[in-house]
Nanobody, 123 residues
């Protein structure tokens, strides 16, 4: 079992940066794939980025490719999402999630979720 807690959200102007953190409980975090998802008001939750347990593979949504970077520090049981060149359309609640297995993108395969952190980008 893994428990996840996100932090680092906030209000930022367009073009700015934020770094989200995802702190995981449990000694087996290093064996889980980790993903970031987001949900804007009135929209479905969508995939943002994911990283394999050993950080050898990453995946990004086309909308954030080149602007966001996912990483993890297994020794600290923590994952990160560095968000640069933020746009108003990035405004959403961002969720950290974890799963076993090799797939990265499919939201339905993620078993463990954090409570979310709000990111608001003003124009």
């Amino acid at each position: 079992q893994v428990q996840l807690v996100e932090s680092g959200g906030g209000l930022v102007q367009a073009g700015g940066s934020l770094r989200l953190s995802c702190a995981a409980s449990g000694r087996t975090f290093s064996t889980y794939t980790m993903g970031w998802f987001r949900q804007a008001p009135g929209k479905e939750r969508e995939f943002v980025a994911a990283i394999s347990w050993g950080a050898s593979r990453t995946a990004y949504a086309d909308s954030v490719k080149g602007r966001f970077t996912i990483s993890r520090e297994n020794a600290k049981n923590t994952g990160y999402l560095q968000m640069d060149s933020l746009k108003p359309e990035d405004t959403a609640v961002y969720y950290c999630a974890a799963k076993r297995g090799s797939g990265l993108v499919a939201i339905t395969t993620y078993n463990y979720w954090g409570q979310g952190t709000q990111v608001t980008v003003s124009s």
